[in-house]
Nanobody, 123 residues
Framework: QVQLVESGGGLVQAGGSLRLSCVTS???????MGWFRQAPGKEREFVAA????????LYADSVKDRFTISRDNAKNTVYLQMSSLKPEDTAIYYC?????????????????WGQGTQVTVSS
């Protein structure tokens, strides 16, 4: 059974940083890992995705140059380093995985999801 468990969310002031982690289990190979977020009253949106080797990475324009996605396959963990946080980054952040080989920004392409972790950025 595939499971994804996020951690690292919290309350931070604007301009601050947080690092989210997502530990996976149930499979030994997750070709693509992604981060998504959902703010109150809004649809879930793509944040970043990374392939197995880390050679293909995709970011949403809204987080480019501020967020960094990475993974440690030996630890079955994917990370999202968030810097220069803004109040508009406030959302529940979800980790997800897809069995597709190529990175994707489409929610429908992801097969498994974590329960989410809350990130709140105060102004």
């Amino acid at each position: 059974q595939v499971q994804l468990v996020e951690s690292g969310g919290g309350l931070v002031q604007a301009g601050g940083s947080l690092r989210l982690s997502c530990v996976t289990s149930g499979r030994t190979y997750f070709p693509v890992m992604g981060w998504f977020r959902q703010a109150p009253g809004k649809e879930r949106e793509f944040v970043a995705a990374i392939n197995w080797r880390g050679s293909s990475i995709l970011y949403a324009d809204s987080v480019k140059d501020r967020f960094t996605i990475s993974r440690d396959n030996a630890k079955n963990t994917v990370y999202l380093q968030m810097s220069s946080l803004k109040p508009e980054d406030t959302a529940i952040y979800y980790c997800a995985t897809t069995l597709r080989v190529g990175v994707s920004a489409q929610t429908v392409d992801y097969n498994y999801w974590g329960q989410g972790t809350q990130v709140t950025v105060s102004s």
